[in-house]
């Protein structure tokens, strides 16, 4: 008996994603836009900063540059993001083309005191964006071992011209 109420405590810990802050669903953003109109990121505890380049209508350069902080694993992100527009002060998230769009399963690598870089494009999923400032949103989890990870929200500002 004491082993099934183990298991079914280890199985409703799994189920919830370990909860906390910082847990999937959750969606507090982490950077706020600079004159450039890239993120500059406030005191994050992992160290890391997302940064759009090379931004067109269909898609973008993301630089996801880690310094300092205190991860206690490693930090990695998917291939899913979301994509917001600013309008009135307020984000709205855009609504994609595909009712149920399909992601890939990649798990990305951020290196430790470095820069990694993801060619986002999102044509198939949004079209192409009219002018206007918009942000891309990214999960990104600190791994320490299967069912034992953190995970965050974070936004890279852009404006499509």
Known sequence: MKECIAL???LALLLTGCGGPG??????????????????????EWGLTLTAEDVTPMGLNLHLAQSGGRPT????????????????????ELEPLAEDP????EAY????????????KWAALYGELP?????LGKEVTDFRAA????????????TVA
């Open 131 to 135: 002018a206007g400032s918009y942000r």
């Open 8 to 10: 079914a405590l280890f």
């Open 73 to 92: 694993g490693e930090l990695e992100t998917g291939s899913y993001f979301w994509l917001e527009r600013e309008s009135g002060g307020a984000w709205t």
């Open 147 to 158: 069912g034992d990870f953190d995970r965050r929200t974070y936004y890279a500002y852009f």
């Open 23 to 44: 847990a999937a669903g959750e969606r507090a953003g982490t950077g706020s836009r600079g004159a450039s109109g890239h993120v500059e990121a406030l005191p994050d």
């Open 109 to 120: 690598l951020i290196r430790a005191e470095g820069d990694t870089e993801l060619e986002v």
């Open 102 to 105: 399909a992601w890939t399963m």
